[in-house]
């Protein structure tokens, strides 16, 4: 077995496990939990486009690629402050580890998902050429 399908199959089953034993539990970090996943699934949809973008730098001219570094920096550092600040340093700090864990393992599944979800799309665009 593929280590992508180990990944994603580890990834839905601890997620599928918080979720549900929040929901079941009826515990009040539930919401923050979906909450959370979808944001670490943002994350990585937001990542795999900058990596994507990175590597469409080449042969770009250097102005190019200041201006496009310039601008991520000027959205992504403001709103990771806000984020910090206003989001995490307000929540309950005994819910911090479990939003953190669900934002992580959420990383993990949507990276893994849109790889072979990609490779996949690929394998059946080259078959029908």
Known sequence: MKKSYIIL????IIAAFMIGKAF???EDIKM???TFFAVGCGLALL???INNSIRKMKGKSLIV???FFAVLL???LPFQAWFRKEVLFSMDSAYLPSCIGITVVAVFFMTTL???VMKKRSSN?????
């Open 125 to 129: 665009h080259a078959v029908t050429k």
């Open 74 to 76: 000027g959205f992504g």
């Open 65 to 67: 690629k200041i201006l």
């Open 9 to 12: 199959a580890v990834s839905s």
């Open 114 to 116: 849109f790889g072979l």
């Open 32 to 34: 923050f939990l979906l």
């Open 24 to 26: 079941f539990l009826n």
């Open 47 to 49: 990542r795999l486009f």
